[in-house]
C-alpha cells in the first residue's frame, strides 16, 4: 500500500479509537472540576457498554441503546455520588468498589450476550464534508457517534467558563466553602457533576460495544476507563485539550493495531502494551508541565465538604 | 416542601465497629441476591451453594485457606502502602512480576537443591515485586505523578509483558503450544500441608502480618509511616523524610505482591501459566481496606475473601454461573462497609426545611 492513504486511514483510525475515551473523559472532566474524583469509569464504561448492547440487540434501535447506556452510567455514578458526597465516604476507595462493581455485573449479566451479533451504529458518511480532501477523511467517514462528540468539546469548554453554571462549578471544585457562602448548593452541583460523568462513561462504553465494533466482549474497555483519567490530568482540566489527549492517544492505539496489521517484527504482546507505556510517559511530559506553570489538579479534589467543620 | 439529608458527628462512635466487615459482608449479600434474581437464578440455592462449598467441608475450607494465601500476602501490602496515603493499585502487577522472578530462578537454576533454590526464589520475588512498586514510587517522588493511574497503567504492562514471555521466549517447548512455561524442577516446589493444597506461602503470609505489626507500631519508620498517613503536612514540618518512607513503604508493598505471585507459581501451579491470577491484586484492594488497614485483621479477612472466591467457583461448577459474580460481591461489600464506616461516626439526618428533624 501506498504510504500516504496509510497515514490518512491511520488518522482517520485514531479518531475512531479516541471517540470513547473523549466521551469518559469529558465526563469525569465535570466530576473532577466539581472537586469529585471517580476511580470508577472503567466500571461505568463496562456497564454502558453491556446495556448499550443488550438494549440495541433486542430493539434493534442503536439510539436507544445509547441512551439506556448512557442512563445506565448515570445509576452507576449515582452510587458513588451518595457514598461521596452525602455520607463523605474516601472518594479513591469508593470509586475503585464502582469499578469492581461495574466489571462484575457486566461480566455476569453479559455471559448470554457474548458472540451474538447486534447491528449497531453503520459508519455514515457525511455529506460535503465527508468530501474534503484530508480532513473529510480524517473526521467526517466516521459513525454518528463520533459526530455526536464534536459539538461537545466547544459546548463544554463554553459551558465551563463562558456561563454561571460552569462558574458554580468550577467554584466548589476550588473552594466549596466560598461557593457555599455565595449560595451556592455544593452537594447539588457535585451530584449533577458526577452523574453527567455517568452518563458521559456509559455513553463511551457503547461506542466501544455499538460503533468501534459491534459485539460485547467481557472486559472490552480494556483499561480505557484508566486512561481516561489519565487524559484528564493530562489535559489539564481543560475540555479542549483533553479532546487533543484523547485524539492522540487514539492515534497511539491506531498505529499500534497498524503495526500489528502489517506485521513488522515485533511481537504482538509488546506492541500490544504501548498505550500503558505511552500513557505513563505522556503524564510524566504533563505533570512537568503543570508544576512548572503552577496549574494543578482542581483545590478540593478528592476532599468531602462539611459546612463547619 | 423539600428534603435534605445531612450528617451530624456522634459524640461517640458507635460500638459495632469492629463488626463491620462482617456486617457489610452480611448486607451484600441480599444486594448481590437481586443481581441473582434478575439473572433467574434462585438466590437461597446459589448461596448456599458458595458458603457449603467454602466453608462447609474440610476440603472446602482447606482450599478457602489456598486462596487467602495471595489474599493476605498482597492485601499486606496494599494496605501498608494505603497506611501512608500512598494509593497503590498495583498490586496485580506487582503479583505478576513476583511470579515472573521466582519462575526465572526456578527454570534457570533447576539443579540447585531446595533449601538454596527456594530462598532464591523468594527473594528474586520479593526484588521483583519490589523493583515494580519502586517505580510508580519514584515518579511520584520525583516527579508528583498521580500512583493511581500509573500503578494500574503498570498491572497492564505486567501482564501482557508475562503473556509475552509465556506465549513467546518461555513457552515450553514439549507443552503443545499452550501458554505455560515448562514445569518447575521438584526442588522448587513449595512444602505441602499433607492432603490439602496449603503450602508455605502460609507461614511466610502469617510471618509477614507479625513483622508488619512490628514494624508499624515498634519501630521508627513505623511511627513515621502513621504520622504521614494521619497528616502529611504535620509529619514535613517534623522533619520525616517523606520521599525516603514512600520508597521503602513501596519496596515492601510491592515486594508482599510478589511473594504473593511466588506463592502462587511455586506453591500451585508449578510453573507459569497465562491467567495466573483472577484478580488477586484487586481483592487485595478490599481485604486491606475491609481490615481497617491492620495487618492481624488482614488475616482474619483474607480467609473470608478466600473463602468467596472458593464460593464463587463453586458457582461456576454447580449451577453454571459467570464467576464475576464475586465481583459483584466483592464491590457491594466495599460499598456497604464504606457507608457504614461514616454512619459509625456520624448520625444521617433527614432535614424538612423550615421544620423539625425527623432522624431516619
Known amino acids: 500500500m501506498e504510504l500516504w492513504p496509510l497515514i490518512l486511514l491511520t488518522l482517520a483510525a485514531a479518531v475512531r479509537a479516541?471517540?470513547?475515551?473523549?466521551?469518559?473523559?469529558?465526563?469525569?472532566?465535570?466530576?473532577?472540576?466539581?472537586?469529585?474524583?471517580?476511580?470508577?469509569?472503567?466500571?461505568?464504561?463496562?456497564?454502558?457498554?453491556?446495556?448499550?448492547?443488550?438494549?440495541?440487540?433486542?430493539?434493534?434501535?442503536?439510539?436507544?441503546?445509547?441512551?439506556?447506556?448512557?442512563?445506565?452510567?448515570?445509576?452507576?455514578?449515582?452510587?458513588?455520588?451518595?457514598?461521596?458526597?452525602?455520607?463523605?465516604?474516601?472518594?479513591?476507595?469508593?470509586?475503585?468498589?464502582?469499578?469492581?462493581?461495574?466489571?462484575?455485573?457486566?461480566?455476569?449479566?453479559?455471559?448470554?450476550?457474548?458472540?451474538?451479533?447486534?447491528?449497531?451504529?453503520?459508519?455514515?458518511?457525511?455529506?460535503?464534508?465527508?468530501?474534503?480532501?484530508?480532513?473529510?477523511?480524517?473526521?467526517?467517514?466516521?459513525?454518528?457517534?463520533?459526530?455526536?462528540?464534536?459539538?461537545?468539546?466547544?459546548?463544554?469548554?463554553?459551558?465551563?467558563?463562558?456561563?454561571?453554571?460552569?462558574?458554580?462549578?468550577?467554584?466548589?471544585?476550588?473552594?466549596?466553602?466560598?461557593?457555599?457562602?455565595?449560595?451556592?448548593?455544593?452537594?447539588?452541583?457535585?451530584?449533577?457533576?458526577?452523574?453527567?460523568?455517568?452518563?458521559l462513561a456509559g455513553l463511551g462504553g457503547a461506542y466501544l460495544s455499538l460503533a468501534y465494533t459491534h459485539m460485547w466482549i467481557e472486559n472490552m474497555t480494556a483499561g480505557r476507563g484508566w486512561i481516561a483519567l489519565a487524559i484528564v490530568i493530562f489535559g489539564t482540566w481543560d475540555p479542549v485539550r483533553v479532546a487533543l489527549g484523547a485524539y492522540l492517544f487514539g492515534g497511539v492505539q491506531a498505529l499500534q493495531l497498524r503495526l500489528q496489521a502489517l506485521g513488522v517484527g515485533l511481537p504482538t504482546y509488546l506492541l500490544m502494551m504501548t498505550p500503558y507505556v505511552f500513557t505513563v510517559l505522556v503524564l510524566v511530559v504533563a505533570t512537568r508541565e503543570t508544576v512548572r506553570r503552577r496549574i494543578g489538579a482542581p483545590a478540593a479534589l478528592g476532599i468531602p465538604y462539611a459546612r463547619g467543620e | 416542601m423539600t428534603l435534605s439529608l445531612s450528617l451530624e458527628k456522634r459524640l461517640e462512635p458507635t460500638p459495632w465497629v469492629p463488626l463491620l466487615p462482617a456486617l457489610s459482608v452480611a448486607l451484600a449479600l441480599p444486594a448481590g441476591g437481586v443481581v441473582l434474581a434478575i439473572a433467574g437464578t434462585n438466590p437461597w440455592e446459589a448461596y448456599k451453594e458458595m458458603a457449603l462449598g467454602a466453608f462447609g467441608s474440610l476440603y472446602g475450607l482447606s482450599e478457602t485457606v489456598v486462596k487467602a494465601i495471595p489474599l493476605l500476602l498482597a492485601g499486606l501490602g496494599v494496605a501498608l502502602a494505603f497506611r501512608m496515603l500512598f494509593w497503590n493499585i498495583g498490586a496485580e502487577g506487582q503479583l505478576h512480576l513476583g511470579a515472573l522472578g521466582a519462575t526465572w530462578v526456578a527454570l534457570n537454576a533447576p539443579d540447585l537443591p531446595a533449601p538454596l533454590l527456594q530462598p532464591l526464589m523468594i527473594l528474586a520475588a520479593f526484588f521483583a515485586g519490589a523493583a515494580w512498586g519502586l517505580i510508580p514510587a519514584t515518579l511520584k517522588v520525583y516527579a508528583g505523578l498521580n500512583e493511581i493511574i500509573t500503578t494500574l497503567m503498570?498491572?497492564?504492562?505486567?501482564?501482557?509483558?508475562?503473556?509475552?514471555?509465556?506465549?513467546?521466549?518461555?513457552?515450553?517447548?514439549?507443552?503443545?503450544?499452550?501458554?505455560?512455561?515448562?514445569?518447575?524442577?521438584?526442588?522448587?516446589?513449595?512444602?505441602?500441608?499433607?492432603?490439602?493444597?496449603?503450602?508455605?506461602?502460609?507461614?511466610?503470609?502469617?510471618?509477614?502480618?507479625?513483622?508488619?505489626?512490628?514494624?508499624?507500631?515498634?519501630?521508627?519508620?513505623?511511627?513515621?509511616?502513621?504520622?504521614?498517613?494521619?497528616?502529611?503536612?504535620?509529619?514535613?514540618?517534623?522533619?520525616?523524610?517523606?520521599?525516603?518512607?514512600?520508597?521503602?513503604?513501596?519496596?515492601?508493598?510491592?515486594?508482599?505482591?510478589?511473594?504473593?505471585?511466588?506463592?502462587?507459581?511455586?506453591g500451585i501451579q508449578g510453573r507459569l501459566k497465562h491467567g495466573l491470577s483472577p484478580g488477586y491484586g484487586y481483592t487485595a484492594i478490599i481485604v486491606a481496606w475491609l481490615a481497617r488497614l491492620n495487618p492481624w485483621a488482614v488475616v482474619g479477612v483474607s480467609v473470608l475473601l478466600g473463602g468467596l472466591l472458593v464460593g464463587g467457583d463453586m458457582l461456576q461448577i454447580a449451577m453454571g454461573l459467570p464467576v464475576t459474580m464475586t465481583y459483584i460481591l466483592q464491590g457491594l461489600i466495599l460499598f456497604f462497609v464504606l457507608g457504614m464506616e461514616v454512619l459509625s461516626g456520624y448520625r444521617l439526618i433527614l432535614r424538612r426545611r423550615g421544620s423539625s428533624r425527623a432522624k431516619t
Open chain 1, 18 to 199: 479516541g471517540t470513547p475515551i473523549l466521551f469518559a473523559a469529558l465526563g469525569e472532566l465535570m466530576a473532577e472540576r466539581s472537586g469529585v474524583l471517580n476511580l470508577g469509569v472503567e466500571g461505568m464504561m463496562l456497564v454502558g457498554a453491556l446495556v448499550g448492547f443488550m438494549t440495541t440487540q433486542k430493539t434493534g434501535e442503536p439510539w436507544l441503546g445509547l441512551l439506556a447506556a448512557g442512563l445506565a452510567g448515570t445509576m452507576v455514578s449515582l452510587i458513588h455520588a451518595f457514598l461521596t458526597i452525602t455520607l463523605r465516604a474516601n472518594q479513591v476507595v469508593s470509586g475503585l468498589a464502582l469499578t469492581i462493581f461495574g466489571t462484575g455485573v457486566s461480566g455476569f449479566l453479559g455471559k448470554p450476550y457474548i458472540g451474538v451479533p447486534a447491528e449497531g451504529f453503520p459508519p455514515t458518511r457525511v455529506s460535503v464534508f465527508g468530501d474534503l480532501p484530508l480532513v473529510g477523511t480524517i473526521f467526517f467517514q466516521h459513525d454518528p457517534m463520533v459526530y455526536l462528540t464534536y459539538p461537545l468539546i466547544p459546548l463544554f469548554w463554553f459551558l465551563l467558563y463562558r456561563t454561571r453554571p460552569g462558574l458554580n462549578v468550577r467554584a466548589v471544585g476550588e473552594s466549596p466553602e466560598s461557593a457555599d457562602a455565595m449560595g451556592v448548593g455544593v452537594a447539588l452541583t457535585r451530584y449533577l457533576c458526577v452523574l453527567a460523568g455517568g452518563l
Open chain 2, 154 to 266: 503498570m498491572n497492564y504492562i505486567a501482564i501482557l509483558w508475562m503473556d509475552f514471555l509465556v506465549y513467546g521466549p518461555w513457552k515450553d517447548p514439549h507443552g503443545f503450544g499452550f501458554p505455560f512455561t515448562a514445569p518447575f524442577p521438584p526442588a522448587a516446589r513449595l512444602l505441602k500441608l499433607p492432603g490439602s493444597r496449603i503450602h508455605l506461602g502460609l507461614a511466610l503470609g502469617l510471618a509477614a502480618a507479625g513483622l508488619l505489626a512490628v514494624l508499624l507500631w515498634r519501630t521508627r519508620v513505623g511511627y513515621e509511616i502513621r504520622i504521614i498517613g494521619l497528616n502529611p503536612r504535620a509529619a514535613r514540618y517534623a522533619g520525616m523524610n517523606i520521599p525516603k518512607v514512600t520508597l521503602l513503604v513501596l519496596a515492601l508493598s510491592g515486594g508482599l505482591a510478589g511473594l504473593a505471585g511466588l506463592s502462587e507459581v511455586a
